[in-house]
RNA sequence: GGUCCAUUCGUCUAGUGGCUAGGACGUCAGGUUUUCAUCCUGGUAACAGGGGUUCGAUUCCCCUAUGGACUACCA
């Protein structure tokens, strides 16, 4: 009896164990997707690196896959205090959220490059033994020289198999000569020998199938005398080491697809798919969308401010909401073949898929970034915009009660596209006007303006319930009652209130600031107009 | 220069071997608002050029032009 318990216990265990093993081999396994977004903390991220690992993000939460923040930081050189922290945070601010990285840490590590420089050395020194790779002693000065007197008979110089015995290395020199090199440290990079003439085939989703020619590939340096690797070697290993599935990154990387489509072939690794996505252009014409444009462009071209050195504005500092921005970016490059122009993060992880990504460049368009973050900032209450704008208040001295503001904010909310466009529209709400608009005076100031407003402040100061719709009633039906000339007496009123003509309805402007600043402002007025 | 990639309104883009080539931003006009904006309605505007293939090409192929990327012991 016990033992027929036990019996179908075993079988159960059995079937489950081979039920899982199944799904885990056939099912996840095929859909596992790990991606990763690979920056160099060289300075601030730009736009087209955050669109890029926004595209990675959403391309993997679709599916339920794992997203990797790894830093690439092989060269020494080029490293900025402050990057690593500003990527992070850019990333965080967006939304996108890392599964694998050097804070989150993960099965996979080390997370960033620099850590790991001695496993590197080991796949360099595997393409060395099976005589994929090889010791070279040239010196820059060397090849730069080489480069020159090349220019100067208009060809290019490259490193590779035609040339590569005529230079210093272990596939020229004698084995006794190169080994005495090495055991006298002279300095020397280690090259991947790319073989001569043979046609390679690669796939890429985006771009389908490409044919390049071995021939016009140069024989890269793999590992640097400095003891790093280049990006070519650490990248390769490090995306099969991570399993990577797919490499989605930007169209400057196509160049070297060859190179690694080699090198994954030379260490008899499966290769991920790759994605090369299309650049982002400046929107003044030429050139892609670069570090160096800064905020010359008239628009930020990073996501957040960079503080150090010299400075760059940001999309979170100039008042633009995330979501905005996020989905401004995703929408630059990638469609959804609907007419759905709004996305929030979730439904761009339903909605993405590699294959509506576009071919071409994408030239950035400020004016529609501005109009992404109006149609954002539509959708917020305004007890948010109220908050919002105190803090840009109090930084300007104003100290407003929440409740006032929230009604201001209401006024003025659907005719801004930025919280501190708030303050553009109302400023005349906190102070009256210093000038009078000579142009509204021209053409709206009329003989009896003058007569028209002392009048009307008379009659303003016998209302007591001073509310919008109260003034409004009573004005209206004094002006009825004299048969006075609307439009002259509206004016008047505006230019004496707000010193031009703009704004919004002038009843709820004069309700707002109150019976006592309304009349010191009539007064005010009427002296310096006069007439 | 070489290699690779790309090319639909000003911009982001949809789309098809036969359509009035669609949408959005911008712009222009009208309406609303007794102001200014917002908003609403409408208009403007594109298949880079030349050859093929085809009864028919914006769509498929080739060439040219243009744009872009790469061409470092940078990523």
């Given at each position: 009896m016990v033992q027929n318990l036990i019996f179908v216990i075993v079988l159960y265990v059995i079937g489950f164990v081979y039920l899982c093993t199944y799904f885990?081999?056939?099912?996840?396994?095929?859909?596992?997707?790990?991606?990763?977004?690979?920056?160099?903390?060289?300075?601030?991220?730009?736009?087209?690196?955050?669109?890029?690992?926004?595209?990675?993000?959403?391309?993997a939460k679709k599916s339920g896959g794992i997203f990797i923040l790894r830093i690439e930081d092989t060269d020494q050189a080029r490293f900025v205090e402050g990057a690593e922290e500003y990527i992070m945070e850019a990333l965080k601010w967006c939304g996108i959220i890392v599964d694998e990285g050097i804070k989150e840490g993960g099965d996979f590590g080390p997370y960033r490059q620099s850590d790991k420089k001695a496993i590197y050395r080991q796949y360099a020194d595997i393409l060395i033994n099976n005589g994929d790779a090889y010791y070279a002693f040239d010196t820059p000065e060397q090849l730069e020289t080489l480069r020159n007197e090349s220019e100067k008979t208009g060809n290019t110089f490259i490193y590779n198999a035609e040339v590569r015995e005529k230079l210093?290395?272990?596939?020229?020199?004698?084995?006794?000569?190169?080994?005495?090199?090495?055991?006298?440290?002279?300095?020397?990079?280690?090259?991947?020998?790319?073989?001569?003439?043979?046609?390679?085939?690669?796939?890429?989703?985006?771009?389908?199938?490409?044919?390049?020619?071995?021939?016009?590939?140069?024989?890269?340096?793999?590992?640097?005398?400095?003891?790093?690797?280049?990006?070519?070697?650490?990248?390769?290993?490090?995306?099969?080491?991570?399993?990577?599935?797919?490499?989605?990154?930007?169209?400057?990387?196509?160049?070297?697809?060859?190179?690694?489509?080699?090198?994954?072939?030379?260490?008899?690794?499966?290769t991920p798919l790759f994605a090369h996505l299309p650049l982002l252009?400046?929107?003044?014409?030429?050139?892609?969308?670069?570090?160096?444009?800064?905020?010359?462009?008239?628009?930020?071209?990073?996501?957040?401010?960079?503080?150090?050195?010299?400075?760059?504005?940001?999309?979170?500092?100039?008042?633009?909401?995330a979501d905005a921005f996020v989905n401004m970016l995703a929408l630059l490059g990638w469609n959804p073949g609907t007419e759905q122009e709004f996305f929030s993060m979730k439904e761009l992880t339903e909605a993405f898929t590699l294959d509506r990504v576009g071919k071409s460049g994408s030239r950035f368009d400020p004016e529609k970034a501005k109009w992404f973050n109006h149609h954002y900032l539509q959708n917020k209450t305004s007890t948010q915009l109220a908050l919002e704008f105190r803090e840009f208040l109090r930084a300007r001295g104003y100290h407003v009660d929440i409740v006032q503001l929230e009604t201001l904010v209401g006024l003025v909310k659907e005719r801004v596209s930025f919280v501190k466009d708030i303050w553009d529209q109302t400023d005349f709400f906190f102070k009256a006007p210093e000038t009078y608009d000579q142009e509204v005076i021209k053409k709206r100031w009329k003989e009896d303006s003058a007569m028209l407003l002392m009048e009307l402040k008379c009659l303003l100061e016998k209302i007591n319930d001073f509310s919008a719709a109260n003034t409004e009633l009573l004005v209206k039906a004094w002006i009825e009652e004299k048969g006075y000339n609307t439009s002259t007496i509206m004016s008047a009123l505006r230019l004496v209130i707000v010193g031009t003509s703009r704004g919004p309805h002038i009843f709820d402007i004069i309700s707002w600031i109150g019976r006592e600043e309304t009349l010191k402002r009539i007064d005010k007025g009427f002296s310096v107009i006069g007439k």
């Open positions: 885990n081999l056939y099912i996840p396994y095929m859909a596992q997707v790990r991606v990763r977004f690979a920056p160099s903390p060289t300075g601030p991220l730009h736009i087209g690196g955050v669109r890029t690992a926004l595209y990675n993000y959403i391309f210093n290395n272990s596939v020229s020199l004698q084995e006794t000569e190169w080994k005495r090199k090495l055991d006298n440290g002279e300095p020397y990079v280690i090259r991947y020998k790319m073989p001569h003439n043979e046609d390679i085939h690669f796939d890429d989703i985006i771009r389908g199938n490409i044919v390049v020619n071995t021939s016009t590939l140069d024989d890269k340096v793999l590992f640097k005398s400095d003891g790093m690797p280049t990006y070519h070697l650490a990248n390769i290993v490090d995306d099969h080491l991570m399993k990577i599935s797919h490499v989605i990154r930007g169209e400057e990387w196509l160049p070297s697809l060859p190179l690694h489509f080699m090198l994954y072939r030379s260490f008899g690794w499966d252009l400046k929107p003044d014409g030429k050139g892609k969308l670069s570090k160096r444009d800064g905020d010359k462009l008239g628009f930020p071209v990073f996501p957040l401010f960079w503080p150090y050195g010299e400075t760059a504005k940001g999309y979170r500092e100039e008042g633009y909401y």
